[in-house]
C-alpha cells in the first residue's frame, strides 16, 4: 500500500514509504442493505487514543502527511 501510494499520488510522500502491511482505512457495512455513507452523526474523540497513538501511527500510517496521523484517521 505505502509505496504504490507515494508512487502514484501527486503530491510526493516526504519520506521513505515503509515495506510493511498496513491498514488503508476502516469502512462500515452492511449485510442486510446499502452500505452506510458519509456517517457524521459521531465526531471522533482523539484523546481517547491516549497510549495507543504510537501503535496506530505504525499499523494506520499517514503516509503522505507523517506529522498528521490524526486527522487521517478522522476522514
Known sequence: YQPAV???N???CNDRPEKLFTVHGLWPSNKKGP????CK???MNSQKIGNMAA???IIW???LNRTDH???WER
Open 6 to 8: 507515494c508512487n502514484s
Open 10 to 12: 501527486p503530491t510526493p
Open 35 to 38: 452500505d452506510p455513507e458519509k
Open 41 to 43: 452523526n459521531i465526531q
Open 55 to 57: 501503535q496506530l501511527e
Open 61 to 63: 500510517p499517514n503516509v
Open 70 to 72: 490524526v486527522g487521517f
